[in-house]
């Protein structure tokens, strides 16, 4: 069981944006992912993408407003950029609940820590897409740590915005299953564990 998780969505319904591309994937093999959106990239013309995320079993999260590095802002900012974004997810799902937070950049501090008001997710796993990673760069990178026992339980990074990604998963989706793996969003694999995720705690996988 692995948690692979795509940030700084949301794209679009295109049939050929990286997103949908993303998300068929995983829907078609039966699998469940974490998706944390940018609250200021949420327009009325990609909101449906997050709509449609929660219709498939997706667990929509929180990846704040701005994107900012929380850990530079003072506790009233790091409220204003979680909530902000947690207000936009919950009009367009209709669900009012705590939003799992990315925090961007993965920075966290004792000031992020005591005002995010839910846990924070960053990874054990970087996919390294955000940094050129090829898709067969990502895909060595998840097949390699099958092989080794090292990705039970990890939480897995990676963003829904690039092309490489997209390939990767429509390759790794359908493997992962063949080779016997299941692909849950985050509060699956903590529940399917047996383990409680706190507020302001931070999160690498359930191991």
Known sequence: MVAICFDDGPVGTASSSTSTRIQNALSQN?????????????????????ARADQLGFEVANHTYTHPYLTNLSADGIKQEVNKTADILSGIIGKKQNYLIRPPYLAVNDTVKQNCGAPLIT??????????A???????????KMANGTLKNQVVLMHETYSTTAEAMEYLAPYMKQQGWQIVTVSEMFKANGKDMYNGQVYTSAN
């Open 30 to 50: 039966g699998a469940h992912a974490t998706f944390f959106y940018w609250g200021n990239r949420i327009t009325s013309a990609n909101q449906a993408e997050i």
């Open 123 to 132: 990874c054990g796993v970087d996919s390294q897409d955000w940094n050129n």
């Open 134 to 144: 090829s898709k067969d760069q990502i895909i060595n990178t998840i097949t390699s």
